[in-house]
C-alpha cells in the first residue's frame, strides 16, 4: 500500500503542475484525474504526458475533462514475437528470391545465385519496408515518442512478405499523427517499388539473367492491373522480370495490401484516425473482399490470417481530444485507396506454353589426353514464343565448358547453333557420359554427351597417306575421307566410331570388317567397337582405315584406333 501511495504522491505531483486537479480517482492501478476543461489544450497535454512517461506512467484523454495515467509495463512476449517475425520475414524474402533467381540466373553456381538475389531481390524489398517505416520513425520522434518496430508477414510464397502490421508500443500522439503515418508508409512504399520496377524493367541493373522465359508450362508473372491499363504496351502483362523489378512488383503488391482499411495496417490507421465509429463495419468489409481475393491466390490468404488472428481492432491516439483537419484526412483516404486499386493483382501468375526447341545431330565426341582434351558438339536451339531468349548452360559432372555462337540472343521465331565444348581432362580414360543441361526461363532440358577419352600412346604408328607419322604424334589433323590412313599394329587394338558412319577396315590387306557387322556394341550409344587381333606373322603389320559416308555433318569429325587400356591415336576427318 505503501508503494501504492508513493505512486499516487508522484503522479499527483507531476500532473498538478500542468493542470488544475478537481478530482481523483482510483481504479486498481489507473488513476483518473478530473480538470477544468477550459484550462485543457493538446499542446499542455502533449507536455504532461512526456512529463509522466519520463517517471514511467502513460497517459491519455477520455473527454476534455479527465484524463487517465497508468504505470507503463512491458510486453517481453510481444516483443520476441516480432523479432521471430522479422527472423521468419528475412529468411521467406531469401527463399523466394534464390527460387526466382535460380530460374533467372540459371546456370550458374549456386553461391553465385545467391549473391546476386540478395543484391537485386531480397536487399530492395528489404529495404522498401524499411523505407515505408521511415515516416512513422519520424513522426514518433517529433512527439518525443518511442518508436516500435511492427509485425513483420513473411510469405515464402513468391513475394517473400506481404508487408507490415503495425503493433506500436507506445500510441501516436494524435489523431493527425495516425492519418500521417498510415499515409506516408504507402505513399513511400509505393515510390520506392515503382522505381525497382522501372529500374529492372528499362535493364539499368548491373547483372543480366540467362534467360527471360520458359520452355514448357510454368508460371508467368502478372502486372498489377492499373499500371497495364495505364502503360499499355509498355509493360507486358506476361513475361520474366529481372529480380530487381520483382522486388519493385512484390512491394506494390503488399502496398496495395497494406493500403486496406483494416485493422492495425496503414489504411485502417488512416480510416481510424478520420473516423472511429464504423471503423470495425469497414474493416470486416474489406477483410471479406481480401478473403475473396486469396481465392484467386492462395499464398494472399496469409495476411488475413494475420489480421484475424490479432484482431480488427485499432489503438486510440493518447490525444482522442485534438481537432484533425477533415480535408486532410479525405486526401489520405482517398490516396490511399488509389494505391490499393493501382497494385491490385488477382491473378499474380498464369501459365506459359512451350517456347523453346533444342536440337542436335551427334550426341558423341572423341577427346585425346593431352593434345585434343576437348570434345565439341552443335546445340540447335529454336524460339517459338513472343520474346527473346538468351539460354544458359551448365554440364555435368563438373567439366569446364565453353560456348561459341553468333549471337546468344535469340529473337522470336529464329534458331541459333551453339557450338559447346566440354574440357575432358578430368575424365577417365574410356567411355564417359556427361549431361549438358539448357536453361531458358523456369525450365531446362538435359542432353547426354557421349566422348571417348583415350590417352596418348607411342607404340601405335599412323601413316598418311604414306608418309610415317612421329610415333609421339598422337593426333592427325585434316585427312581427307575417302582416303586411307595406316596403322602399325604392335598390340591387340579397338577402333571406335559411330554407327552411322561407313568404313571399311583392313588388317594386313587380308582380314576386312565393316561396321554392319559390329563384334561389340558399347549401350544405345550408337558407337560401334571392334576387336582386332595382332597378326602372328614377323614384320611389320598396318591396320588400313577408309572411311566414307553420305550423311557426314557439315562439321569436323573424329576416328579414334586405340588398344584395350584406352592408349591410342585419333583423327579429324574433313567432309
Known amino acids: 500500500m505503501a508503494g501504492s501511495r508513493n505512486q499516487d504522491e508522484e503522479e499527483i505531483r507531476i500532473f498538478s503542475s500542468f493542470f488544475t486537479i478537481l478530482k481523483v480517482e482510483r481504479d486498481n492501478n489507473i488513476l483518473t484525474f478530473k480538470i477544468p476543461e477550459s484550462e485543457y489544450s493538446s499542446k499542455k497535454f502533449e507536455q504532461l504526458y512526456n512529463a509522466m512517461k519520463e517517471r514511467g506512467f502513460y497517459s491519455y484523454t477520455n473527454g476534455k475533462g479527465e484524463i487517465i495515467s497508468f504505470k507503463k509495463v512491458n510486453n517481453k512476449n510481444r516483443t520476441y514475437l516480432k523479432f521471430l517475425l522479422i527472423i521468419l520475414t528475412i529468411l521467406s524474402i531469401i527463399y523466394a528470391g534464390y527460387s526466382y533467381s535460380n530460374s533467372y540466373y540459371s546456370g550458374m553456381r549456386p553461391i553465385s545465385i545467391l549473391s546476386l538475389s540478395i543484391l537485386y531481390f531480397v536487399l530492395p524489398v528489404i529495404s ?36 507490415i502490421i503495425n503493433a506500436p508500443d507506445e ?103 478520420f473516423n472511429r465509429s464504423f471503423r470495425k463495419n469497414v474493416s470486416y468489409i474489406f477483410i471479406t473482399i481480401m478473403i475473396f481475393i486469396s481465392f484467386t491466390y492462395l499464398a494472399w490468404l496469409i495476411l488475413p490470417m494475420f489480421l484475424a488472428f490479432l484482431g480488427m481492432g485499432t489503438i486510440e491516439p493518447v490525444d482522442t481530444n485534438y481537432l484533425r483537419a477533415s480535408k486532410k484526412a479525405f486526401v489520405a483516404i482517398g490516396i490511399a485507396m488509389a494505391l490499393a486499386i493501382i497494385g491490385l493483382t488477382p491473378y499474380p501468375l498464369h501459365l506459359s506454353s512451350p517456347e523453346m526447341g533444342v536440337f542436335y545431330n551427334e550426341q558423341w ?51 541459333n547453333t551453339f557450338h559447346i565444348g566440354i574440357n575432358t581432362t578430368s575424365a577417365p580414360a574410356g567411355l564417359n557420359r556427361a549431361d549438358l543441361r539448357i536453361y531458358v526461363g523456369s525450365s531446362d532440358r538435359s542432353i547426354s554427351l557421349i566422348f571417348f577419352k583415350i ?121
Open 128 to 163: 522498401i519496408l524499411i523505407m515505408r517505416e521511415l515516416p512513422k520513425y519520424l513522426i514518433m520522434k517529433s512527439r518525443k515518442q518511442k518508436y516500435s518496430i511492427p509485425l513483420f508477414v513473411p510469405n515464402p510464397f513468391l513475394m517473400g512478405t506481404m508487408g
Open 455 to 575: 590417352d596418348p600412346a607411342e607404340n601405335i604408328e599412323m601413316q598418311y597417306p604414306s608418309a610415317s607419322i612421329s610415333n609421339r604424334t598422337a593426333f592427325i589433323e585434316n585427312v581427307t575421307v575417302y582416303n586411307t590412313v595406316n596403322a602399325n599394329v604392335s598390340e591387340n587394338i579397338l577402333i571406335g566410331a559411330p554407327q552411322s558412319w561407313h568404313y571399311d577396315v583392313l588388317v594386313s590387306n587380308t582380314t576386312r570388317f565393316t561396321n554392319s557387322v559390329p563384334l561389340e556394341q558399347n549401350g544405345s550409344y550408337s558407337f560401334g567397337t571392334y576387336q582386332i587381333q595382332k597378326p602372328t606373322q614377323n614384320g611389320p603389320s598396318f591396320l588400313s582405315i577408309r572411311i566414307y559416308s553420305k550423311y557426314l555433318p557439315e562439321s569436323n569429325i573424329y576416328f579414334a584406333v586405340y588398344n584395350s587400356t584406352y592408349y591410342g591415336k585419333m583423327m579429324m576427318m574433313e567432309k
Open 171 to 273: 500510441p501516436y500522439m494524435n489523431s493527425d499523427d495516425e492519418i500521417l503515418a498510415g499515409f506516408f508508409s504507402l505513399v513511400t512504399g509505393f515510390i520506392i517499388s515503382t522505381i525497382f520496377l522501372t529500374v529492372g524493367y528499362l535493364g539499368l541493373s548491373l547483372y543480366t539473367g540467362a534467360s527471360y522465359v520458359t520452355n514448357g508450362t510454368t508460371s508467368i508473372i502478372n502486372i498489377p492491373l492499373l499500371i497495364q491499363m495505364i502503360t499499355g504496351h509498355l509493360i507486358p502483362n506476361s513475361g520474366f522480370l529481372d529480380p530487381i523489378s520483382l522486388a519493385g512488383w512484390s512491394g506494390l503488391i503488399f502496398t496495395s495490401f497494406n493500403s486496406f482499411p483494416i485493422g492495425l495496417m496503414d489504411g485502417g490507421m488512416i480510416l481510424s484516425g
Open 365 to 415: 565426341d572423341v577427346s585425346l589426353n593431352g593434345s585434343h582434351s576437348m570434345s565439341y558438339y552443335d546445340i540447335i536451339i529454336s524460339n517459338y514464343g513472343q520474346n527473346s531468349i538468351n539460354p544458359g548452360f551448365s554440364v555435368s559432372p563438373a567439366m569446364g565448358i565453353s560456348i561459341s555462337t553468333n549471337n546468344t540472343l535469340i529473337k522470336p521465331g529464329e534458331m
